[in-house]
C-alpha cells in the first residue's frame, strides 16, 4: 500500500470522527441556540451545562425499538437512510478544511459535490416510497420537487465564481480568490450569488423556511415518519452533515476560503494583506523550540516517515483550519437563526419562488459574470487570459494518482 | 354529506388517481384529536371531512346528576383554555334563572378576569397557529406571556387552570392581596409583547403569504354556517356579545370590536390581534374600577343562593346548617329555562339551562363556538393545499374539549 493510499484512508478515518462529533454537538448547539432565541435554557441536565446530552441521545436512538412496516420494500427500505447518510458524508471527502488539511483534493470536486447532493436526495425520495405509507410518499414527492427545482439555482450561483476563477477545485478558488486576480467589480455578481446560493442551500438540505419534505404540521415527519431507531438518526445526520457540507461550500466560495486576508486600505482595489498563517505568526513570535516546535504530530516513534508528513499539521495547517472552521460556524449559527425566525412557506409558493425568482436571477448572475470576466478581467492577467495562465493548484494532485 | 370518507375506499369510490389520507386523531396539528379526512388529488384537496368525538367527556349529561354548583368544574374542563368564559357563561344562565343583582364588583372581576381568559386562550391560538406555519420561537414566546396570566389565575383562584372561580352570584372569594400589582405589572408588559409579535408576522411575507387568499369565507357563508367571533368579524360582520347585549357592566368599557373584511387567515389573524389590544385596554379599565371598589361585596346578598360567610359559620348554628346545606344539598333554582351568552374568545359561547325546581339541572345544553366554527373547515379547505388545512384549523381555533363535550 502506498503512503499516498495510506494516507487517505487515515485522513478520511480522522474526518469520519470528526464529522460524526460534529454532528452529534451541532445537534447540541442548535438546540441550544433555539432555546437561546425562544428565552429558554435547552438541554442541561446531563453532564456538566448539558454537554453529555449528546451522548445520551445517541445511546438512546441505538436502543430504541425499530419496527419496519409490514408492507414496505425491504430492501430499499434499508438502503434509503445508508444512501443519505453516505452521501452527505462523502460531500466531505472533497471539502479541503485547511492549507493541507484536506482527504482528497479533486480538480472537478464542485462537480462532484453537486452530485453526491443529488445522490442524497435519492435515499430521501426511495425512503418515503418504499415505506409504502401515504405521509412519506407525500414527503418523498417534496422532496423530489424541491430538490430537483433547487438545484439549479444552486448549480447557477456556484457557476459565478467558477466562471471567474476557472477552476473546479476548491483549492484554486480560495486560493485566487483574493489573490492578485481580484477585481472588486465581481463583488457585483459574487454577494448576490452568495446570497442566493445560501438560500438554495436552506433549500437543498431542507430546512426552515424550506423544511417542507419533513414539516411535522403538515404531513407528520415526511419522508420519515415510518423509520425508527438508528435509521431514523440516519436522516438527521445526514441533513446536519449536508449542512455543514454547504456552509463549508459557502465559505469556499464566497467567503475567501481557508484564508484569511484584511484590506491594507478602505480602497478595495489595494492589495490585502494575508495573515492566514496566525499561528506561524504567533509561533514565530513566541519563539517555541523541541517538542514543541512546528509542525505537530503524532509521535515520530508511532508514524512511519513517509506517513508522518502527510499527518502531520504545520501553523499553516492548524491556522487555516481555525479560520475555516469560524468561518463555518458563522454561516452555521446563521442556519440556526433563520430557523428560530422564519415560518414554513408552502408548497407552491416554494416552487414559484425557484423556478420563477432563483432560475432566473440565478441565469443572469451567470450571464453578468461571463460579460464582467470578458470586459474587466481579473486585475493582473491579459485581457485576452485563457485557463491556462490561471495559477496552477498549489498541490501537485498528479501524484496521488501517479503514485497508485 | 351523503358518502363519509374512510381511508379503505375503492378506487371507485374516490376519484382516480386520488388519496385518502387520514390526518389525525393523533397529528400534530389538529390541536387534539380532530381527525380530518382528506381526500388528495396531488397536494391538493379535493374533499375534507372532520370527524369529531375523539374526546367525548359527557358533560352536558354529567350535569344532570350533579347539582348546580358542581357543575361549575366540570365547565372550565370544557374549552380547557378559557377555563373562567366557561363559567361565566354557566354563572350567567343560572343567574337569570333565579334573578338577582349581582354586586359591581363582582362584575369587574369577571370582566378582567373574562378579559384575561380571552388573552391566554388567543396567546395559545396565535403560538400553536404560529408553530403550525414553522414559525416555531412565537409559540414559545406566547407560552411566555400566557403563563404571566396563569399566575394571575393560580393568585386569585387558587389554580392554574381549572379554577372554579366564578361562581353563581358573584365570584367566590376577593382579589387577594398583589393582585392589583400582578394586574398592573401584566399591563405594562403586555403592550410590548404585541409590538414583537406583531413586529415578526404582521409584515412578514412568508406569514402573509401563507395566510392571505386562504380559507377565506364571504359574508354569507359565514352567516349561514353560523360562526361566531373572530371568525365572522373577519368577515365583515361587527357582532360582538359584550357590546350588542352586554353582560357583567360591558356597558360601562369602552372598547372597540374589531372588524376585517377579507373573511381569510390573515384576517382572522388581524382580528385576533387587535382583540388582544383591546383586551388590554379593558383590563387596564377593569384595574381602574377594582381600585374604586375596594372593599364591597363579591357575592349577591341572599339567604339561600350564596354561601354563608366563613366567620359566620363559626359564630352560629343557623349559618353552619345553612353552610352544611348549601354544600351537600346544593342551591335550588326556581323551575324555568334561562339561556345567557357571552363572547368568549372563540366566539358566542351559550348555556341553555331548564330546571324543575330541583338541585340539579333538567338539562345542560352547550352552545359551543368550536364546535359551531368547525363545521366550516370543509368549506375552507375544498381546493386549497394540504398546508392550507393546517392553517385554516390553526385560523378556527379549536379546543376539542368544547367540540365533544
Known sequence: ?404 | MSTLLAPNMTVEERGAGHIIVNMGPQHPSTHGVLRVVLELDGETVVRCVPHIGYLHTGIEKLSEYHNYIKNITHYCRMDYLSPMNNELAYCLAVEKLIGGEIPARASYIRVIMSELTRVISHMIWLGTHALDMGASSVFFYCATEREKIIELYEMIGGQRMMTSYIRVGGVKDDTPEGFEEGLEAWLGDFMPFMDMIEGLLNENPIWKERTQGVGVLDQDTVISYGLMGPLLRAAGVPQDVRRDEPYCRYEEFDFEVPVEYEGDVYARYRVRMRELRESHKIVAQGLQKLRETRGMPVMWASDEFAPPKRQDIYADIENLIHHFKYWTEGMKPPAGEAYASIESSKGELGFYVVSDGSAKPVRVKVRGPSFVNLAALGAMCEGHLIADVVAVIGSIDIVLGEVDR
Open chain 1, 1 to 404: 500500500m502506498s503512503p499516498e493510499l495510506l494516507t487517505i484512508i487515515v485522513r478520511g478515518g480522522i474526518f469520519t470522527l470528526c464529522l460524526l462529533t460534529a454532528f452529534a454537538y451541532l445537534t447540541f448547539i442548535e438546540r441550544r441556540m433555539l432555546a437561546f432565541f425562544t428565552w429558554r435554557v435547552g438541554p442541561n441536565r446531563v453532564g456538566p451545562w448539558g454537554l453529555f446530552q449528546p451522548v445520551a441521545d445517541g445511546v438512546k436512538t441505538i436502543l430504541k425499538q425499530e419496527m419496519v412496516p409490514m408492507k414496505a420494500d425491504k430492501v430499499l427500505y434499508m438502503m434509503s437512510p445508508v444512501i443519505a447518510f453516505a452521501a452527505c458524508f462523502g460531500m466531505f471527502g472533497l471539502i479541503p478544511v485547511g492549507e493541507g488539511v484536506w482527504m482528497s483534493n479533486v480538480p472537478v470536486a464542485v462537480l462532484l459535490l453537486l452530485g453526491l447532493s443529488s445522490l442524497g436526495a435519492y435515499g430521501l425520495i426511495l425512503a418515503g416510497w418504499s415505506s409504502q405509507s401515504r405521509y412519506p410518499f407525500l414527503g418523498s414527492l417534496r422532496t423530489c420537487a424541491q430538490v430537483i427545482s433547487y438545484e439549479l439555482a444552486l448549480g447557477l450561483t456556484l457557476l459565478v465564481p467558477v466562471i471567474i476563477t476557472g477552476s473546479l477545485s476548491f483549492n484554486d478558488i480560495g486560493n485566487i480568490y483574493w489573490g492578485p486576480h481580484w477585481n472588486p467589480l465581481y463583488l457585483l455578481v459574487l454577494l448576490p450569488a452568495g446570497l442566493l446560493f445560501l438560500v438554495a442551500a436552506c433549500a437543498e438540505t431542507g430546512r426552515v423556511p424550506f423544511d417542507l419534505p419533513e414539516c411535522e404540521a403538515e404531513i407528520v415527519a415526511g419522508y420519515h415518519t415510518e423509520y425508527s431507531s438508528m435509521k431514523y438518526a440516519m436522516f438527521p445526520m445526514g441533513e446536519y452533515i449536508a449542512m455543514t457540507a454547504f456552509s463549508a461550500i459557502a465559505v469556499h466560495m464566497f467567503l475567501g476560503g481557508y484564508h484569511l486576508y484584511i484590506p491594507s486600505s478602505i480602497d478595495l482595489t489595494q492589495p490585502w494583506i494575508n495573515i492566514s498563517n496566525w499561528v506561524g505568526l504567533l509561533v514565530d513570535k513566541i519563539g517555541l523550540s523541541g517538542a514543541l516546535a512546528p509542525p505537530w504530530g503524532p509521535p515520530k516513534w508511532l508514524v512511519p516517515e513517509p506517513y508522518w508528513a502527510s499527518l502531520s499539521l504545520s501553523p499553516a495547517g492548524l491556522s487555516t483550519t481555525l479560520t475555516f472552521l469560524a468561518k463555518m460556524a458563522i454561516l452555521i449559527l446563521t442556519f440556526m437563526w433563520v430557523r428560530a425566525t422564519l415560518p414554513r412557506m408552502r408548497y407552491d409558493q416554494l416552487m414559484r419562488f425557484g423556478w420563477k425568482l432563483m432560475l432566473p436571477v440565478g441565469l443572469v448572475l451567470v450571464f453578468l459574470t461571463s460579460v464582467l470576466v470578458v470586459f474587466a478581467p481579473p486585475a493582473g492577467s491579459e485581457a485576452e487570459d485563457d485557463y491556462g495562465s490561471r495559477p496552477q493548484p498549489v498541490v501537485e494532485v498528479e501524484d496521488v494518482y501517479a503514485s497508485r
